[in-house]
Nanobody
């Protein structure tokens, strides 16, 4: 599975962005998908996850109520809608795919994209 993120950029605080992650392969619907982020000098952290069916979602407390993860299995794509962005959301955002029900920890994911930069100015 190859993953390619897009949609990052520079936005002012309070603004919105939608990240997309396009996956190759015909088995996309078997994978749980997750979004993680890594800010400069910090560890990679979990942001959001969605089960293979889309029926279950998890969010980090820091983004709950502001971010929404979704997927379109027909398009082999997972999305992260980010609203009410804050400067603390500035990071490189990575999508990941894992052959698991759903997961919030990085070791459960088998494939990773190269990341897309999100910068939120104050």
């Amino acid at each position: 599975v190859q993953l390619v993120e897009s949609g990052g950029g520079l936005v002012q605080a309070g603004g919105s962005l939608r990240l997309s992650c396009a996956a190759s392969g015909r088995t996309f619907s078997l994978y749980a998908m997750g979004w993680f982020r890594q800010a400069p000098g910090k560890e990679r952290e979990f942001v959001a996850a969605i089960s293979w069916s889309g029926g279950s979602t998890y969010y980090a407390d820091s983004v709950k109520g502001r971010f929404t993860i979704s997927r379109d299995n027909a398009k082999n794509t997972v999305y992260l809608q980010m609203n009410s962005l804050k400067p603390d959301d500035t990071a490189v955002y990575y999508c990941a795919a894992g052959l698991t029900e759903i997961a919030t920890v990085a070791p459960k994911y088998d494939y990773w994209g190269q990341g897309t930069q999100v910068t939120v100015s104050s």
